[in-house]
C-alpha cells in the first residue's frame, strides 16, 4: 500500500522515467491553478496530488493485459488518461471528455506536456466513431452496467477493462449477469485500502 506523497512519488518514477515524472510536476501545477476556475479535482486532494491522482491512475498500467490503444472514458481532469500518456508514449491514448471546459482544458495539457501519442474526444460517448480499444478505462464515469453497455462497441476479445471504482468494485460484479460475471475479477487499490479496481478481459455484448 502506498501510504504517503514520497511513496507516490517514486510508485510512479518506478513505471516511468525522470522525463514522464517532470511532466506530472508540471500537470499537478497547472491542475492546481486551473481547479481555482473550475472544479477539476476536489480542493482536498491536491496535498496529495500524487498518491490520489498520479499513483491512483499510474496503478492500472501493470494491470494491463494489452498494449492499447488505450480509452479513457470519462476523462475528466485528466486521470488515469493523461497519466497513462505521459508515462507510456508508445500508447495511443483516447480520451473522452463531453464538457466543454474538461475538453479545453484536456487539449491544452496535452500540447502543455507534449504527448503526440494522446487526443480528445470532445464529445458524448455514444457519438464517438466505433474504433478497436486495447484497454478500456473509466474512473467514475457510470455505473459498470450501464459503462459495459456504452463502450461495448469499441471492445474486442482481446480488450481489457480496468474500472477503478471504489467501495463498490466487488458489489457492481456480483450485480452482472450470471454468465458473463467471470470476466471481471477486483483487484485491490493501491492507494486506498477501501477501494477495488474492477480487472476484465474480452469483448462485452449488450445495448445502453
Known amino acids: 500500500m502506498i ?15 525522470t522525463s514522464s515524472v517532470a511532466r506530472l510536476d508540471q500537470l499537478a501545477a497547472e491542475l492546481e491553478a486551473e481547479n481555482q476556475r473550475q472544479n477539476l479535482v476536489s480542493k482536498g486532494t491536491m496535498s496529495d496530488v500524487w498518491t490520489r491522482h498520479f499513483a491512483d491512475s499510474a496503478q492500472l498500467l501493470p494491470l494491463a493485459t494489452n498494449s492499447g490503444p488505450w480509452m479513457d472514458l470519462g476523462s475528466g481532469a485528466g486521470f488515469p488518461g493523461l497519466v497513462v500518456a505521459t508515462l507510456r ?17 484536456l487539449s491544452r495539457m496535452i500540447e502543455v506536456l507534449e504527448l503526440p501519442n494522446c487526443r480528445v474526444e470532445g464529445q458524448r460517448l455514444e457519438k464517438v466513431a466505433t474504433f478497436d480499444s486495447g484497454v478500456i478505462s473509466a474512473r467514475a464515469f457510470a455505473p459498470l452496467d450501464r459503462l459495459l453497455a456504452l463502450s461495448a462497441r469499441f471492445s474486442t476479445s482481446s480488450t481489457c477493462w480496468l474500472l477503478p471504482k471504489g467501495r463498490s468494485a466487488a458489489q457492481e460484479v456480483q450485480a452482472l449477469p450470471t454468465q458473463r460475471r467471470s470476466m471481471f475479477h477486483v483487484e485491490q487499490s493501491l492507494t486506498d485500502s477501501d477501494a477495488g479496481i474492477i480487472v476484465g478481459q474480452g469483448k462485452w455484448s449488450g445495448k445502453p
Open 3 to 17: 501510504r504517503n506523497e514520497s511513496e507516490a512519488r517514486e510508485y510512479v518514477l518506478g513505471l516511468g522515467d
Open 89 to 105: 508514449p508508445e500508447i495511443q491514448v483516447t480520451l473522452v471528455e463531453s464538457r466543454g471546459r474538461r475538453v479545453e482544458w
